[in-house]
């Protein structure tokens, strides 16, 4: 049986929507098609992924010792904003980072090409809001490529634009989401595009995500740099990048933040050779 749709709260950076944008359901019937897909982006009609139980959580992961630790509960100092601001987020007692609603996104120092990302993030215990106005954040790699943060717990919103997916892209497979307030976990491989000499597109980025522990995303494609009601496209750019933490108004919080290169052997070699001379 189709839920019955939940009225629609309009993503809360667009000023005004008018009413012909929105349809009876959570999306929108106006907006281009998804390229090799029968949906448009952020559609509607779209079905939403099917629910599965995670399990409860658990601490916090290990960290391996080759990772690049980015958050550990005590200092915000990998971090800036956009500005160059230092980070303004702030840090709790119980060893999270939490959004300071305003301050602006957070991006890391060191900049990241292919990886493997682990974050745990919290949505608010107390429920405000529905849809895209719900525990609202993204992980964006080189500062482009979003996997959205939402609390998706019995919260009706467009499909791809619920936790885990590539936001205006590709829903999860399933939702792995667990209930508001409850630390939950995303580990992320993601690939990064390459692109020729003349600027054109060699190889698409590709990301696999695992929500929980559950494998949400299996090395999907980006369409290009995550867009708002509108389909992505690429355009060429550095082969590093920031990881990107959103600030959406919503007063998340983050801990455990690490991440390990995934350069290949070659690429190694040519940076170490680098740093001896």
């Not at 509607?44 to 958050?71: E, H, T, Y």
Request: hydrophobic share 35%; aromatic share 10%.
């Amino acid at each position: 049986m189709r839920p019955t749709p939940r009225p629609f709260v309009a993503f809360f950076v667009v000023a005004s929507i008018s009413s012909a944008a929105l349809a009876q359901g959570v999306g929108y019937t106006d907006t281009p098609m998804l390229p090799g897909q029968a949906w448009k982006v952020h559609d509607k009609d779209r079905p939403n992924p099917p629910v599965v139980d995670p399990g409860s959580a658990d601490a916090p992961a290990p960290v391996p010792s080759d990772a690049v630790v980015l958050f550990d509960g005590t200092s915000t100092d990998a971090w800036q904003h956009g500005d160059g601001r230092d980070a303004e987020w702030i840090v709790k007692e119980d060893g999270s980072m939490q959004v300071k609603p305003g301050s602006g996104d957070l991006l890391t120092r060191e900049h990241f090409g292919d990886c493997q990302l682990h974050i745990e993030w919290a949505t608010p215990k107390v429920v405000t809001g529905t849809g895209q106005g719900r525990g609202n954040s993204g992980v964006f790699f080189l500062g482009m490529y979003e996997v959205q943060i939402l609390d998706s717990y019995e919260n009706r919103t467009y499909a791809d634009g619920q936790a885990a997916a590539l936001y205006g892209q590709y829903p999860p497979m399933v939702n792995a989401s667990r209930g508001p307030g409850e630390w939950q976990s995303f580990d992320i491989i993601f690939e990064a595009p390459r692109f020729a000499r003349d600027g054109s597109l060699e190889k698409p980025a590709f990301v696999t995500v695992l929500h929980n522990g559950v494998v949400v995303q299996h090395r999907q494609e980006f369409l290009g740099r995550t867009a708002h009601r509108a389909v992505a496209s690429y355009s060429p750019h550095a082969p590093k990048g920031p990881i990107k933490l959103q600030d959406h108004g919503n007063p998340m919080r983050f801990r455990n933040i690490w991440v390990r290169s995934l350069a290949s052997a070659e690429e190694q070699a040519a940076t170490e050779t680098g740093r001896r001379h």
